[in-house]
């Protein structure tokens, strides 16, 4: 099959190409409000001008919701659901595509082009969700063999729960940001000598600040306190992804993760890309995730369904003298769980899900040496420097490093189905 | 000093005096509009009602704010700052007051009376705040160490961070409930027989269904991301206390909670007493808590400052057949950090917080065997009976116990700031 063809001219390298379609939150210069649009090549689509500008005209099932558009969230448009998602995205499509049905709404239509269309590097690019709760799981099956490894020997690198239930905490939804904003290296209890007996912490920047390579996924639909969301109906929750970095503190989490879990050492920051693929555009690339050889319980079990994605990932690091390297590639399909099975095991106790709550994969490390998703598992928690393009090594991150994740799709045909990047800059820590 | 005493009718047993004047969110069969309340003894004064009726003529700090009595939760309220929560509650003390300084404005308008005035049997109770994120502490140090002695032992009872950092993880939000909801036992991943291998878990309901005592405290000031906040400033940052049950499912917490902490055996439900009393109403009892042989960092160095308080807590449980025994009393004293020290560690990364954060205290235990604030400890894990009025026994809870938590200060003069109820009913677990 022949990529969809534009009449607009998108590079064939774009992460936004037409078979994409993704939504996030804008705002510019000239109109600081924030607002909803997509991307498509180099250009934002600011849907609340296209809207106003009558672009909607030929769907009619979204014109009594076109308000959604003009939401400094997509948390109104979300609600709507998926099959309206579907209707809005294909719609979306059709007045881009060469020889669409409706050249006259937008392609023949200079008027709506030069008010809605906006070079994606005038936009301001904001938190696409307002987000209720956000759950980081652990699925990344090889992550998780290696850090138990790392911490416990091979024997036992797996606790004997992980192949039964998508291990997961409670994470901090208020420190969730969008890719650019500035990560600050948290201060925070350490042990200088974790073997010194008596045990003596002391504040300090994090010696230790690592990334996690994830996915974030949202939830489009809400479901109610004591009732669980059933295997087979999880995917129409699930409005779409994100790449996400769960910036990690590991001296901090080391000395205060016992018995509770990871607190400070996550809670201070976790970045997200700012344009949400739907599940609907990452469809054609759904594929198996990782074999698990546990039977998982009835109620986990999808049935040979395809729940993951063939979605490439990367991670670059950029010295603060300009150098950059890729630290791992990988691919999505590196988990042992799916989002259904994460959001079901979520909800079998009952507890509700609210429109915008964030889901994390967990750490999504490949089997080889190449696709290790956090420098805890590329560096043995700090013994094997990294090699940097330029000479410089790494065995954590240094102050001016730039992380960037990225993620991409790409069909038989060649038409890409990406994320954009998710990136953030490590701003020295705050004198206390 | 003689206490405060109302032109109103008010009971000298009752939680609501005039020295406590606790908000909180109500609805009424004839106005279903949730809208802001306080309490007075057995009546709720509608402030919404009140604001309309010209009752704040006499607070001209209040009236361009005048607004945030009509809002579905105290988010608006609580945002303006605890300088404005002071006057406010001064200000209704005052037009309670017997011999008040403005007899005119309520005392002597009965038609305000008449629409203000709301007896609480009446009134339906709402979620006070609009929860952004839920942080549960495990700062009742008896607790730690009971739960510590049962599962690794006396001398090792406590981990070496225990007294050196307020241990918390981050609670869901979302399951956060009002007194009164229904309390839906989990169905969840258990192990039937712990010792078995290979470990095979099953799904099943929640067979050690149990409460946690604890207290509860909203933020009312927003912090930044990056930004800690000092131990010096913390208390400007919280708005007042609730109750809080913390229900816990201990078989499938123990199946899943390695490594990651406690998730579905928690976000279930956590429900919350309705009023919340505001941290002026509390500072006449401010005390010491439990002295920290460790000492702290700096950075949560109170320096002898009371910011614990002397509120006498007490679990009931009422079965089915509708006796009750008070299965716990303890003092809200046995906590070895205090919110505010909590509010610190927590922002010492950078974590950033938003109007409506809500931390708990962890459980609250004293050191007799009569002020265990959880069944866990109580029964050590179900293998020590608790004897019920009635001749009934419980390990853990059993479908239509009901347990309500309650909690009171009592005043020198006998006034008492009291929390009112915390209550809640176990329900069968869903059928799957």
Redo the contacts between chains.
Sequence with gaps: MAPLRSWLNIESSSDFSIANIPFGIISTAVDPLPRVATAIGSLALDLHAFAQGNGFARLSTIQPHQSVFSQPTLNAFAALGRPMHRVCREYIQSILLEDGPFPDVFQNNHALQQSALIPLEECRMHLPMQI??Y?DF?AGLHHAYNVGVLFRGPQNAL???YK??P?????????V?VSG?PV?R????ILLDPTAE??Q???SP?HKLDIELELGCFVCKPSK????VAIGKAADYLFGLVLLNDWS?RD?QA???????????K???TTISPWVVLMDALEPFATHGLKNDAEV???LDEKDRKAHYAIDLSVSLTTASDKSTVISTTSAKNLLFSFPQMLT??T???????VG?LLGSGTISGESASGKGCLLEQTENGKVAVQLEGGEQRSFLQDGDIITLTGRCIGENGAIVGFGSCTGRI?PA?K?
């Design positions: 209720g709760d759950t652990y606790q004997p729960n039964h239930l291990v997961g905490y409670h994470g901090r939804a208020s420190s940001v904003t600050r948290p201060n925070g209890q008596p045990k912490p002391v504040l994090c306190l004591g009732e669980p503190a901090i000395w205060e993760y016992v018995p509770l879990g990871p607190f400070t050492s809670s201070f920051c319980l009835p109620y095991h979520h079998i106790g009952g507890c509700p899900f609210n709550d701003e705050l206390l």
